[in-house]
């Protein structure tokens, strides 16, 4: 790189650090999933570019934050696009295990979101999907399922390729690999049975919808956890079912892979990032300012922490996390809840009918007053 290019990058890296400390260094509660803050499947190291100097001593989590925001700041038109489903930012997945129950639900205003898990016989035990990996699996199926406009999805010629577009790590073993925990974590997706339920009213009358679907009723895949394995997922293909296919490709809500790519270590993160693209995208549209009050919004995804004011303290700290990958957003925290205003899209509006294949895998005005 040549020493000028050094020397700016160094400047940036150095203004970043000092803007993005006060949020990467916020240390994780008690409460909090293993999987927001967690090493054991975090192995990346920045490899020396200049300016990490003056970051030493913060965690991966941190450092991978910061190396987003810088690159962010340094190419904002340089985006990938991948896609989620409305359905599935309205009402989210567990953050962690439900346990050994037979049903799991979560509610949204007038939607609900209920999970029938694969039953285990053998354990005689109820499997959820949860945490971050099934996240980052959806991204992937709803994103090339909007890109191929087909309900079969080709995982790739090999597992650990199909492991680093998700940004996971095919490198680490033991029990709570990456490769194990994906294996477990997909199955347990794609078996599970999905509904979603809404109340309406209308002339003065109370009724009901529901649509109940499997995501992956079909599915071929061949497993091989030797990181030098070849063609180990030759012809491995998820089926989608009609249902399915057709919510998640039904106007498909975008977003920028290289904040995913930043966040996806939290299941909060993401979610909170999904849903700000979503609301700020209907604020842009109706002109207006979107309101979520605190007890919707810990409703919606917060049902793992048991006080409210613990979720608080948790939303403030990951929004300020969220305005470093999507700065031009405009996001103020009340005592009243969250109020998304128009602002500019976290990536511009799709011109065309194409768009190249993504990949999650890592890369090196006055307000209302804010809580904390």
Request: hydrophobic fraction near 35%; charge should be positive; include cysteine.
């Amino acid at each position: 790189m040549p020493k000028s290019a050094t020397r700016t990058r160094s400047k940036v890296v150095g203004k970043a650090v000092r803007a993005v400390a006060p949020a990467v260094l916020d240390r994780p509660t008690p409460e909090m999933d293993e999987d927001e803050f967690g090493m054991s499947s975090e192995t990346e190291a920045v490899d020396g570019s200049a300016g990490m100097d003056e970051v030493e001593g913060l965690s991966p989590v941190a450092m991978r934050l910061l190396q987003a925001a810088t690159d962010m700041q340094q190419s904002p038109d340089s985006y990938e696009r991948a896609f989620l489903a409305r359905q599935l930012i309205q009402c989210t997945f567990p953050h962690s295990d439900p346990g050994n129950i037979p049903i799991w639900s979560r509610t949204n205003g007038n939607l609900t979101l209920s999970i029938r898990p694969l039953y285990d016989e053998e354990k005689a035990a109820h499997k959820y999907p949860y945490g971050t990996i099934p996240r980052l699996f959806l991204y992937w199926m709803v994103t090339e399922a909007a890109r191929t406009k087909k309900r079969r999805l080709y995982l790739g010629q090999t597992y650990p390729d199909f492991m680093r577009k998700l940004g996971l790590n095919p490198s680490n073993g033991g029990v709570r690999s990456d490769s194990r925990r994906l294996k477990d974590q997909i199955e347990r997706m794609l078996r599970a049975t999905i509904s979603f339920k809404q109340t309406f009213k209308k002339d003065g009358k109370t009724g009901d919808a529901w649509l109940d679907m499997q995501i992956g009723p079909e599915a071929v895949l061949w497993w091989n956890f030797d990181k030098d394995a070849q063609n180990s997922l030759f012809e491995s293909y998820i089926e989608l079912s009609e249902k399915f296919f057709s919510a998640i490709t039904s106007s498909p809500i975008p977003l920028d892979l290289r904040a995913l790519r930043a966040l996806r270590k939290s299941p909060l993160s993401l979610d909170l990032y999904s849903l700000i693209c979503h609301k700020t995208y209907s604020a842009r549209k109706d002109g207006d300012t979107k309101t979520i009050p605190w007890e919707g919004l810990h409703r919606q995804m917060g049902a793992e922490y048991k006080e409210l004011r613990n979720f608080k303290q948790k939303v403030v700290a990951t929004v300020k996390k969220i305005r470093l990958v999507y700065p031009q957003m405009k996001v103020d925290l009340s005592e009243s809840g969250m109020h998304i205003h128009p602002a500019p899209l976290a990536i511009p509006e799709r011109v065309g009918s194409e768009f190249a294949a993504p990949t999650i895998e890592a890369p090196l005005a006055k307000r209302r007053r804010v809580l904390g």
